[in-house]
């Protein structure tokens, strides 16, 4: 199946700084969704960007399916922002098994 | 957008019996849905995949017998997690595949088995 590679996996921030998230997989996808689960384990849709560059807000995503990484950016990060970020991404067809990466923890402080 | 419903969303249930837990997609059809399972700092896992009007498909390692699901609608599909035991304590959450948001998801149920 296939490999998805979250990093960094952990990561502290300060109120207001930028970072960036990247995934990395390891055959050709058709469908990239970026997901932040808050405390309480929802699953938030942040991006569905099989390809391109999306922006929503503070948040932005971009895909380079043929070099199969994704990057996900948060700026001027916010502590409501903290969390865990996965990206997930499924071979051809909205029926096909949608496997998750293994996440970034993102912690903001004060 | 697209919306997942999921109940309950917490349970606790004692050793032995069995919880049916319920998915459904509210403003869409879903003939397929997944079922995914997350143990504590790690990432979800698919389970199973739910197929309406036909046997579900389960992944490797996944016991059928124990996680038994139905989905009889376009809009509902249930897990029943049969005989519990504390090593099923998890949380569990179901998506749906939407044509214009990707895949959709519930917002989970956390199984506590004492």
């Known amino acids: 199946g296939i490999q998805v590679e979250q990093s960094p996996p952990d990561l502290i921030l300060q109120e207001g700084a930028n970072s960036t998230l990247r995934c990395n997989f390891s055959d050709s996808v058709n469908n990239l969704q970026w997901f932040h689960q808050n405390p309480w384990g929802q699953l938030i849709n942040l991006f569905y960007?099989?390809?391109g560059t999306k922006q929503n807000g503070r948040l932005s995503a971009t895909t380079v399916a043929t070099e199969r990484y994704s990057l996900l950016y948060i700026s001027s990060s916010q502590t409501t922002d903290s969390g865990v970020y996965f990206c997930a991404v499924a071979r051809a067809g909205t029926a096909s098994k949608l496997t998750f990466g293994t996440g970034t923890r993102l912690q903001v402080t004060l | 957008g697209a919306v997942v419903s999921q109940h309950p969303s917490r349970v606790i249930c004692k050793s032995g019996t069995s919880v049916k837990i319920e998915c459904r997609s509210l403003d869409f059809q879903a003939t397929t849905m997944f079922w995914y399972r997350q143990f504590p700092k790690q990432s979800l896992m698919l389970m199973a995949t739910?197929?309406?009007?036909?046997?579900?498909?389960?992944e490797q390692g996944v016991e059928k017998d124990k996680f038994l699901i139905n989905h009889a609608s376009l809009t509902l599909s249930t897990l029943t997690v049969t005989s519990a035991h504390p090593e099923d304590s998890s949380f569990y959450i179901c998506s749906a595949p939407d044509r214009d948001y990707g895949y959709t998801f519930g917002s989970g149920t956390r199984l506590t088995v004492v």
């Open positions: 960007i099989p390809s």
């Open positions: 739910s197929n309406e009007g036909s046997k579900a498909t389960y």
